[in-house]
T-cell receptor, first 110, second 114 residues
Framework: GENVEQHPSTLSVQEGDSAVIKCTYS??????FPWYKQELGKRPQLIID?????GEKKDQRIAVTLNKTAKHFSLHITETQPEDSAVYFC?????????FGAGTRLTVKP | DADVTQTPRNRITKTGKRIMLECSQT?????MYWYRQDPGLGLRLIYY???????NKGEISDGYSVSRQAQAKFSLSLESAIPNQTALYFC?????????????FGSGTRLTVV
């Protein structure tokens, strides 16, 4: 089945800097790649997603890129703010069979 | 608001006890899931159901069972709880098809087995 690896496991940046989280997947049939943000004590919530027919998608300060050939995708957060501090999960899905990465704990220092 | 509700939010139970975690949703989604979250291990799938008559094992189903009582309700049971089942449990729903946007998660149940 699908295997998703996520790096780094922890990331600390200064407020205003950019943060990048990377994921790789194993099954080339995966066609949907969501990113979830989980704040402390709360549920994971979808923040951005990309489908396999698109290479890049942007929503304000966050963007996701997808390289199907290399089977990796990345989350980019620009101009980070303290409220961006959370655990971020990537996932890869084939027909709603979704596998999650292990998560990245992002800390944005004021 | 349409949402996914889990009960209880927190539970402490003793080793060997049977416990049920409940999930209900008002999103009208057919597909429901139970995940377990452990630190550093992300989200792991326990069981999933694509409709009322469909139940499927996930990657870590041993020690767990589920019941899909209705489209809106999906319960997870630990028949005889053990300490390594201490974790955060999430229910999730989804609706496949055009416009698919992944899962909507419930608020979670923090279970401690002592």
């Amino acid at each position: 089945g699908e295997n998703v690896e996520q790096h780094p496991s922890t990331l600390s940046v200064q407020e205003g800097d950019s943060a990048v989280i990377k994921c790789t997947y194993s099954d080339s049939a995966s066609n949907y790649f969501p990113w979830y943000k989980q704040e402390l004590g709360k549920r994971p919530q979808l923040i951005i997603d990309i489908r396999s027919n698109v290479g890049e998608k942007k929503d304000q300060r966050i963007a996701v890129t997808l390289n199907k050939t290399a089977k990796h995708f990345s989350l980019h957060i620009t101009e980070t703010q303290p409220e961006d501090s959370a655990v971020y999960f990537c996932a890869a899905s084939i027909k709603d069979d979704m596998r999650f990465g292990a998560g990245t704990r992002l800390t944005v220092k004021p | 608001d349409a949402d996914v509700t889990q009960t209880p939010r927190n539970r402490i139970t003793k080793t060997g006890k049977r416990i049920m975690l409940e999930c209900s949703q008002t999103k009208g989604h057919d597909r429901m899931y139970w995940y377990r979250q452990d630190p550093g291990l992300g989200l792991r799938l326990i069981y999933y159901s694509f409709d009322v008559k469909d139940i499927n094992k996930g990657e870590i189903s041993d020690g767990y069972s589920v019941s899909r009582q209705a489209q809106a309700k999906f319960s997870l049971s630990l028949e005889s709880a053990i300490p390594n089942q201490t974790a955060l449990y999430f229910c999730a729903t989804s609706e496949p098809g055009q416009g698919y946007r992944g899962y909507t998660f419930g608020s979670g149940t923090r279970l401690t087995v002592v």
